[in-house]
């Protein structure tokens, strides 16, 4: 299992990296994902929710850099930091955040919170 939960998250950061955030959500997600910010997940639960969010953000931003930093795999949980370079809504954003995913046992992510 590992291995394919390895193979997944990497494509997950490639494709945010080639700015294919769409198509790798569709791909790698669970109907039933569970998406949040800062500990709070009551608004993003189930596909449908979570892909208006990633719309919104792909429709308003503009990616000019995602440098992955560190990546780590343990069982059907993996993590991320990823510094990222972009403009939305015509402001520009420079941070570093880190994606923590779960993983079910047909390779989707099931719950991702970044912090």
Same mark, same amino acid.
């Given at each position: 299992? $590992? &291995?394919?939960?390895? @193979?997944?998250?990497?494509?997950?950061?490639?494709?945010? !990296? /080639?700015?294919?955030?769409?198509?790798?959500? /569709? #791909?790698?997600?669970?109907? %039933?994902?569970?998406?949040? /910010?800062?500990? %709070? $997940?009551?608004?993003?639960?189930?596909?449908?929710?979570?892909?208006?969010? @990633? @719309?919104?953000f792909v429709n308003n931003a503009t990616i000019h850099e995602a440098k992955l930093l560190k990546v780590l795999v343990d069982g059907n949980n993996?993590?991320? @930091?990823?510094?990222? %370079?972009?403009?939305?809504?015509?402001?520009? &954003?420079?941070?570093?955040? =880190?994606?923590? !995913?779960? =993983?079910?046992?047909?390779?989707?992510? &099931? #719950?991702?919170?970044?912090?």
């Amino acid at each position: 299992m $590992s &291995v394919k939960i390895r @193979e997944n998250i990497n494509a997950i950061i490639k494709g945010i !990296q /080639e700015n294919k955030i769409l198509e790798i959500f /569709e #791909k790698y997600y669970a109907d %039933d994902v569970v998406m949040y /910010e800062k500990g %709070d $997940s009551t608004n993003r639960v189930g596909k449908d929710q979570n892909r208006k969010a @990633e @719309e919104a953000f792909v429709n308003n931003a503009t990616i000019h850099e995602a440098k992955l930093l560190k990546v780590l795999v343990d069982g059907n949980n993996t993590a991320y @930091e990823m510094y990222m %370079d972009f403009t939305y809504g015509g402001h520009n &954003v420079k941070k570093t955040q =880190w994606a923590i !995913q779960q =993983w079910n046992n047909n390779g989707l992510v &099931v #719950k991702e919170e970044f912090f």
